[in-house]
Structures are given as structure tokens and as C-alpha cells.
């Protein structure tokens, strides 16, 4: 006879009781969420067709409404469109005209070096012609109406429908500036 030995036989894998039951709970939990899931969510849609439910004419007065308010829009478009050619025409005839943008302005007296008003932001085309010699006039005044400061931060020329930075910095000496004024100018 051939026997076996014992070092050479194979382990039978068994599950445990509880592990067994353990995972028939799991299942049955999963089942029952997955159902309970399912009755909600057939609630909801039963409550939707509840509350949405249209007679056949309701749905065709809704239908030819939709309708009359395409047609309108069409018809709309029709009368009110321009070509790209003369919407670029449209543009391009249209004069220019600056719009500060975030334009701002610092009395900037540092302990050590020159004291000078900094004029900083955007200036924005909204014309569709090209604004030329672009100019930022600064007159700033010291106490008892003292001008310290009369003279223009030179831009160039800004194309219609674009913007230009601004950051100029006009010096001047004496006390602290009371007050000033900042123009855009163009031809």
C-alpha cells in the first residue's frame, strides 16, 4: 500500500460559522438597501407624473406656442443681421474713445529719492478708429494752489477695440501734493 504521510497531505480550507453568516447578513442588507432605493426613487417619479401630466391639447397649444415663438425669432433675425463685412464696417466707422480702466493713482514721497506722483491702469479703445497721440495730463497742486506737477504721460496711439497700460511717474519737489487731476487726451 502507498500511504500517505502526514506532512504531505493538503489542508482543507474550510470557512468558518460565523464568517458564513457574517457575509449572508452583509447580503442581506445590501438586498434590502438596494430595494429600499428602488421604492424611493419609484415614489419620485410616480410623484412626477403626478404633477406633470398635460392633456393631449395642453401638450399641442404648448407645442404650437413653441412654435409662433421660433417663427418671431427667425422672422427677428431675418429683418435685424449684418454681414461680417458690415458689421466690420459698422465697427471700423465707430470714433475712438478712451475708458480708464482701474486707473490710479499714489503720491509717492520715499524717505530717499524723488518724490513723484505714480499714475498707473488702462486705458481701453472702445471706438473701433484708431485714438492717436494718446496722451495722460497730470496737474497736481501743493498747499495754497501751488502747481507742482503740469505735464503729460505720452501713450502713443491705441487701435480701435484695444487697450494700452499706463505707468508714468511725474516728479516734482517741495511739500506733499493736496490734490490733483489725471485727463486722457487723444486726436
Given at each position: 500500500m502507498n500511504e500517505t504521510k502526514p506532512s504531505e497531505m493538503k489542508p482543507k480550507k474550510v470557512v468558518g460559522r460565523?464568517?458564513?453568516?457574517?457575509?449572508?447578513?452583509?447580503?442581506?442588507?445590501?438586498?434590502?438597501g438596494v430595494g429600499g432605493v428602488m421604492a424611493f426613487y419609484t415614489m419620485q417619479v410616480n410623484s412626477l407624473k403626478?404633477?406633470?401630466?398635460?392633456?393631449?391639447?395642453?401638450?399641442n397649444a404648448?407645442?404650437?406656442?413653441?412654435?409662433?415663438?421660433?417663427?418671431?425669432?427667425?422672422?427677428?433675425?431675418?429683418?435685424h443681421h449684418y454681414t461680417d463685412?458690415?458689421?466690420?464696417?459698422?465697427i471700423a466707422s465707430k470714433p475712438a474713445k478712451l475708458?480708464?480702466?482701474?486707473?490710479?493713482?499714489?503720491?509717492?514721497?520715499?524717505?530717499?529719492?524723488?518724490?513723484?506722483?505714480?499714475?498707473y491702469g488702462y486705458l481701453c479703445n472702445v471706438g473701433g478708429l484708431t485714438a492717436n497721440n494718446v496722451k495722460i495730463h497730470v496737474v497736481a497742486y501743493q498747499s495754497g494752489g501751488v502747481?507742482?506737477?503740469?505735464?503729460d504721460i505720452v501713450l502713443g496711439?491705441?487701435?480701435?477695440?484695444?487697450?494700452?497700460?499706463?505707468d508714468g511717474s511725474p516728479t516734482y519737489?517741495?511739500?506733499?501734493?493736496?490734490?490733483?487731476?489725471?485727463?486722457?487726451t487723444w486726436s
Open positions: 460565523s464568517v458564513a453568516i457574517a457575509l449572508g447578513i452583509a447580503c442581506i442588507i445590501l438586498i434590502a403626478v404633477n406633470h401630466t398635460y392633456t393631449d391639447d395642453q401638450y404648448m407645442q404650437s406656442n413653441y412654435q409662433a415663438a421660433e417663427n418671431n425669432y427667425t422672422n427677428y433675425l431675418n429683418d463685412e458690415q458689421y466690420t464696417q459698422a475708458v480708464e480702466v482701474d486707473l490710479k493713482s499714489d503720491d509717492s514721497r520715499p524717505f530717499l529719492g524723488t518724490d513723484s506722483l505714480h499714475v502747481v507742482a506737477i503740469n505735464t496711439s491705441v487701435a480701435g477695440e484695444a487697450w494700452i497700460k499706463v519737489s517741495g511739500s506733499s501734493l493736496t490734490s490733483w487731476t489725471i485727463s486722457e
